[in-house]
């Protein structure tokens, strides 16, 4: 076999191997994000508990920084679809069920301020930071980040919908004394994590 023929031969089953792989992959998803996205809907139904819902948050913020983006832009529709739910529902209520809504979430807001989780990733009683090498969860700044990408590509109606309710619920936090809703809060907002006295 002359070398011609063997370079040939070799370009081939590189060819082949590289198809191969690039088929097997599948849709490119990650492994690490196709898991957490199966586990999504239980996580934001009503019936998710604290503990699903930090198991999950756990998992997030062990992911590196292009499996998170992955898995924000691949959930992003499906987050917009149920926010735009919700917040029709919120607005389709009369003004004093709107605000008792809105006095309910600042409740809930408070109650997970004061009971932080435990065993969360780098707090109290928890573990250090993970991740590979080592890096922690999301900073409060990612995490805006991620909302304020998210909140610029809804509807504007919806968007409207969700600045008022926002307003209603950061008056009620105020006028209890407490800060304004930070990123940490926004489960709270939609009524995930404790339940407070209104």
Avoid: C, H, Y
């Amino acid at each position: 076999m002359n070398k011609n023929k063997r370079i040939a031969i070799s370009v081939v089953a590189l060819l082949l191997i590289a198809t191969a792989a690039w088929a097997l992959r599948g849709d490119g998803v990650d492994p690490a994000v196709a898991a957490l996205e199966a586990q999504r809907d239980k996580v934001f139904s009503p019936d998710a508990t604290d503990a699903d819902r930090q198991a999950f948050r756990t998992q997030v913020d062990a992911l590196s920084e292009d499996q998170r983006r992955q898995l924000f832009e691949r959930g992003r529709p499906d987050m917009q679809r149920r926010m735009s739910e919700r917040m029709n529902e919120l607005f389709n209520q009369t003004p004093e069920e709107l605000r008792r809504e809105a006095k309910q979430r600042a409740a809930d807001i408070i109650a997970n301020r004061n009971n932080p989780d435990d065993g969360q990733r780098g707090g109290p009683g928890g573990p250090p930071g993970g991740g590979p090498g080592g890096r922690g969860p999301m900073t409060e700044g990612q995490r805006d980040s991620m909302r304020k990408q998210m909140l610029d590509n809804i509807p504007p109606g919806t968007r409207a919908q969700f600045s008022e309710f926002r307003r209603m619920v950061n008056e009620e936090l105020k006028a209890r004394g407490q800060e304004e809703m930070s990123g940490r809060d926004m489960r709270g907002m939609f009524g995930g994590g404790r339940r407070g006295p209104a």
